[in-house]
């Protein structure tokens, strides 16, 4: 069973840095995807980045350019590094594993793979930009 830790939240003033660490403990397969999802108060859930197991990156529009999402696959960790913060992040931070792998890679496969499709979540962590 594969466990999501996320660690780095806290208080920032506008205009202001954050690095944001998950690390997963247990079997999490080298090519799952990782990525970190925010909700804010009153708010639905929002994808804010994620990594492929390629390696290929994406990001939500209101973030990039200020965030940037990396991993250590030997470690089973993925970071956020967030720059130039506003009021408007202030959020829940949730780290995401998932094996929903790409089309790429399922048609180098005969066939799907046992571990396909599985989701794991971490607790949160609360980042809050403020003066």
């Known amino acids: 069973q594969v466990q999501l830790e996320e660690s780095g939240g806290g208080l920032v003033q506008p205009g202001g840095s954050l690095r944001l660490s998950c690390s997963a403990s247990g079997s999490l397969f080298s090519r799952a995807a990782m990525g970190w999802y925010r909700q804010a108060p009153g708010k639905e859930r929002e994808s804010v980045a994620s990594i492929s197991g390629e390696g290929s990156t994406s990001y939500a529009d209101s973030v990039k350019g200020r965030f940037t999402i990396s991993r250590d696959i030997a470690k089973n960790a993925v970071y956020l590094q967030m720059n130039s913060l506003k009021p408007e992040d202030t959020a829940v931070y949730y780290c995401?594993?998932?094996?929903?792998?790409?089309?790429?890679?399922?048609?180098?496969?005969?066939?799907?793979?046992?571990?396909?499709?599985?989701?794991?979540w971490g607790k949160g962590t609360l980042v809050t930009v403020s003066s």
């Open positions: 995401n594993a998932n094996t929903h792998y790409s089309i790429s890679y399922l048609q180098t496969l005969t066939s799907l793979p046992p571990e396909y499709g599985m989701d794991y």
